[in-house]
């Protein structure tokens, strides 16, 4: 039972360099979210999708893009990275657009920005 | 202000003692409460949720809340060495009608000691 999967686990980056972040369910979930979490500041919203075909900014989307590929897949791409980026990246999905507040996380991907 | 607070802590309880996590929220119109929990390294999962005034007891467990106090709390009963992580609040913001963010404090760190 995979639920969320996230990839990659770890990522070293030089300032500039770009990358996708992967992510997909198997919980047929309609919504999907990625967060990045930095210590003292919690976890931030950057992207959502609330559904297929849709998404919105969250907190703070600058120096991101995403793609809500189809209902299993969101990704979350740095075209050019900055060390104010090296936090710890959580993807997650819900089923009803969080009615019910239960976020299903993946297990995190941790990126450093040199 | 930060629209979600929480004590960053850390709190301290010897095993058995009742932990007390509290948060306060800034948006007067959020409709929906809940608790993660974060083990160290970990990603959130989802321990309590409420919607109305007053209590929700759910095992060891109890989530509080005071609407026009903007204040939610969660108690834990008899306090487990297991029970060591950080317990973030989250409020859910509406649009239209659906719940479809959900904004986080910062988390406050409980330590429970044997």
Redesign the interface.
């Known amino acids: 039972n995979a639920g969320v999967t996230q990839t990659p686990k770890f990522q070293v980056l030089k300032t500039g360099q770009s990358m996708t972040l992967q992510c997909a369910q198997d919980m047929n979930h309609n919504?999907m979210y990625w967060?990045r979490q930095d210590p003292?500041?919690?976890?931030?919203?950057i992207y959502?999708s609330?559904s297929e075909g849709t998404t919105d900014k969250?907190?703070v989307p600058n120096g991101y893009n995403v793609s809500r590929l189809n209902k299993r897949e969101f990704s979350l791409r740095l075209e050019s990275a900055a060390p104010s980026q090296t936090s710890v990246y959580?993807c997650a999905s819900t089923w009803d657009?969080?009615?019910?507040?239960?976020?299903f996380?993946?297990?995190?991907s941790r990126l450093t920005v040199l | 202000q930060k629209e979600?607070e929480q004590n960053?802590g850390p709190l301290s309880v010897p095993e058995g003692a009742i932990a007390s996590l509290n948060c306060t929220y800034s948006d007067r119109v959020s409709q929906?409460?809940?608790w993660?929990r974060q083990y160290s390294g970990?990603?959130?999962?989802?321990i309590m949720?409420i919607y109305s005034n007053g209590d929700k007891e759910d095992g060891r467990f109890t989530a509080q809340l005071n609407k026009a106090s903007q204040y939610v709390s969660l108690l834990i009963r008899d306090s487990q060495p297991s029970d060591s992580a950080t317990y973030?609040c989250?409020v859910?913001r509406n649009y239209g009608g659906?719940?479809?963010?959900?904004?986080?404090?910062?988390?406050t760190l409980l330590a429970v000691q044997p």
């Open positions: 919504s967060y003292g500041m919690g976890l931030r919203l959502y609330a969250g907190e959580f657009g969080l009615n019910t507040g239960e976020l996380f993946g297990e995190g | 979600v960053s929906s409460f809940f993660y970990k990603s959130p999962e989802l949720s973030l989250a859910g659906a719940t479809n963010k959900l904004i986080f404090g910062t988390g």
